[in-house]
């Protein structure tokens, strides 16, 4: 959570977006070029005004007086914050107060044996079924879910939702930008077409040379 934001003045701020992703902690918040016009949106609800300061459009922020049962029914499990917030228990540390409000990025009506993140943006969980697994990652284009082994729908809504069959199951998700997907398709097709290319001066038909033979 950040307060205001200057282009010129220090600002009182937690830390600068996206540079919790060094600690290896997952930030709801960051550089608007990089979050989904989605999760803008989300942002907004959670804010009750425009996540970015007016010094910068191109920042979106948890500000002080943020919805909390908003960001915890996003996930959130803890806030860092450069003051305490109302009401909350926290305790002071080097990054301000951090205070717990109890969310969790997975939950389910299902029994949930084992969780494994193998890296960013790829999920694994040993789960008995029937039920639904729910995981709060915004349900954009490119993530992929698989229940043992076979393709699986995430579901429509905000967050993924994945339904598990009765009995012990292994439920995959993982996450691939469609553009890198359409990137990587164009640049086969370029090597092709250069491979192609080298192949039919190298062995293709040789004109033939005009001059006469005898000529130097």
Not at 37 to 51: F, H, K, S
Not at 95 to 108: F, Q, R
Not at 150 to 169: F, H, L, Q
Request: with cysteine; glycine share 10%.
């Amino acid at each position: 959570m950040n307060e205001a934001w200057e282009l010129v003045v220090a600002a009182p701020a937690t830390m600068p977006p996206n540079t919790a992703s060094w600690f290896r902690v997952r930030d709801i918040a960051g550089y608007d070029s990089l979050l989904h016009r989605d999760t803008v949106e989300m942002l907004r609800e959670i804010n009750g005004q425009d996540p970015a300061p007016p010094a910068n459009g191109n920042i979106m922020f948890v500000k002080p007086g943020a919805d909390v049962a908003r960001l915890r029914d996003a996930g959130v499990s803890m806030v860092f914050s450069p003051n305490q917030l109302p009401g909350l228990e926290g305790r002071r540390t080097e990054l301000g107060w951090m205070t717990p409000i109890g969310g969790t990025v997975v939950e389910a009506t299902c029994e949930v044996r084992d969780t494994f993140n193998t890296r960013a943006g790829a999920w694994g969980f040993k789960v008995i079924g029937p039920g639904t697994l729910t995981v709060r990652e915004r349900n954009i284009p490119g993530w992929r879910a698989t229940v043992d082994y076979k393709p699986a729908s995430t579901g429509d809504g905000r967050w993924i939702e994945i339904e598990v069959p009765e009995g012990a199951s292994e439920v995959s998700l993982s996450f691939v930008s469609p553009g890198y997907e359409a990137g990587l398709r164009l640049a086969l097709v370029g090597f092709l077409l250069l491979a192609a290319s080298l192949v039919a001066g190298r062995f293709g038909p040789r004109l033939s040379d005009p001059r006469p033979a005898d000529a130097p």
